[in-house]
């Protein structure tokens, strides 16, 4: 199991954002009394949401825009 820098080391993120994540608890993770862990498979789980919100984004950000006013009407 992995402490706190330990995980980020190794997810390559930094300590400071992991640690909000455990916070809003947003990320898979072990509280052993005060202290929190990370086993392989809350790695596993981080790295996959992540690649799922980058695939949601990127999919969100190809959509046509949509028109403000309605349709607009042929001339």
Request: positive net charge; glycine residues 0%; proline residues 7%.
């Given at each position: 199991m992995l402490t706190i820098p330990e995980a980020?080391?190794?997810l390559a993120v930094p300590?400071?954002?992991l640690r909000e994540r455990v916070r809003l608890r947003r990320v898979p993770h072990r509280r052993l009394g005060k202290h929190v862990r990370f086993t392989a498979a809350d790695l596993e789980r981080i790295v996959a949401g992540a690649a799922q919100?980058?695939?949601s984004a990127?999919?969100?950000s190809h959509r046509w825009p949509q028109?403000?006013?309605g349709p607009r009407a042929m001339p």
């Open positions: 980020a080391r190794v300590e400071s954002w919100q980058v695939v990127r999919r969100s028109p403000r006013n």
